[in-house]
C-alpha cells in the first residue's frame, strides 16, 4: 500500500524561480530518495539521503531529511522547463520502495 | 545502452488472455524488482529477486500473476486470465546489493497494459 503523502500534489512556476516539494513517511528508513518522471516514462533517480544525513546537494538539487518529523523537502533552484515532470519520494525500508503519490511540476517559460 | 530495458513497451489485449512481460537489468545488479503503477498514482512494490530467488512477494501479487528470473539475469512477468484493474503501468528496476552506497535502484522505461 502506499505511504507517505507528498505536498504540494500540484506545482507552476516560472522559468527561473524555485521549487519546494515536500514528503512525510510514516515507517523507519534506511535512507529516502526521490525520483523524476516526465509523462508516462520511466522514473530516474536524482539523489538518495541516508537516515543519518540531514542535507544534500546535487546540481540544482538540494534534499533535506527531518527524521524526527519523518519528512524531507527537494529543492529545484533556478527551474527550467525541461524540468516539468512528476517529482516522486520513495523510502526505503528493507529492499522495497514506497512511493507517495508524487507531486506534478509545471515550469512555465 | 547499458540500462535497464523492458519489452513489449505497450501491450493490449482482451480480458481474459494471458500476457508475459520481459525485464532486462543492468548487468552488474543481482537485484531486480517489479512495481506497478496506475494513472496519478506512485509505483507500487509487487516483488524482488535475488539472484535467481524470489525473496519478497507482495499482497498485491495475486494467484494469476507469477514472476521468474530462472538464471538470474533477464526476469518475466506473467499475468494469467487478465482483468480491467489489471491495466497499469508495469515497472521493472535492478539494483545492486543493499550497501556502501548501492541501494539506488534503477529503473526501466515500463511496459504500459491496457486490458479491454
Known amino acids: 500500500s502506499q505511504q507517505g503523502e507528498e505536498d504540494p500534489q500540484a506545482l507552476s512556476i516560472q522559468e527561473g524561480e524555485n521549487a519546494t516539494m515536500n514528503c512525510s513517511y510514516k515507517?523507519?528508513?534506511?535512507?529516502l530518495q526521490w525520483y523524476r518522471q516526465n509523462s508516462g516514462r520511466g522514473l530516474v533517480h536524482l539523489i538518495l539521503?541516508?537516515?543519518?544525513?540531514r542535507e544534500k546537494h546535487s546540481g540544482r538539487l538540494r534534499v533535506t531529511l527531518d527524521t524526527s518529523k519523518k519528512s524531507s523537502s527537494l529543492l529545484i533552484t533556478a527551474s527550467r522547463a525541461a524540468d516539468t515532470a512528476s517529482y516522486f519520494c520513495?523510502?526505503?525500508?528493507?529492499?522495497?520502495?514506497?512511493f507517495g503519490e508524487g507531486t506534478q511540476l509545471t515550469v512555465n517559460p | 545502452d547499458t540500462g535497464v530495458s523492458q519489452d513489449p513497451r505497450h501491450k493490449i489485449t482482451k480480458r481474459g488472455q494471458n500476457v508475459t512481460f520481459r525485464c532486462d537489468p543492468i548487468?552488474?545488479?543481482?537485484?531486480l524488482y517489479w512495481y506497478r503503477q496506475t494513472l496519478g498514482q506512485g509505483p507500487e512494490f509487487l516483488t524482488y529477486?535475488?539472484?535467481?530467488?524470489?525473496?519478497?512477494k507482495s499482497r498485491l501479487l495475486s494467484d494469476r500473476f507469477s514472476a521468474e528470473r530462472p538464471k538470474g539475469s533477464f526476469s518475466t512477468l506473467e499475468i494469467q486470465r487478465t482483468e480491467q484493474g489489471d491495466s497499469a503501468m508495469y515497472l521493472c528496476?535492478?539494483?545492486?546489493?543493499?550497501?556502501?552506497?548501492?541501494?539506488?535502484?534503477?529503473f526501466g522505461p515500463g511496459t504500459r497494459l491496457l486490458v479491454l
Open positions: 528496476a535492478s539494483s545492486s546489493t543493499p550497501g556502501q552506497g548501492r541501494e539506488t535502484q534503477y
Open positions: 515507517t523507519s528508513i534506511n535512507n
Open positions: 539521503i541516508r537516515s543519518n544525513e
Open positions: 520513495a523510502e526505503t525500508s528493507g529492499s522495497r520502495l514506497t
Open positions: 548487468s552488474e545488479h543481482n537485484r
Open positions: 529477486f535475488q539472484n535467481e530467488a524470489q525473496l519478497e
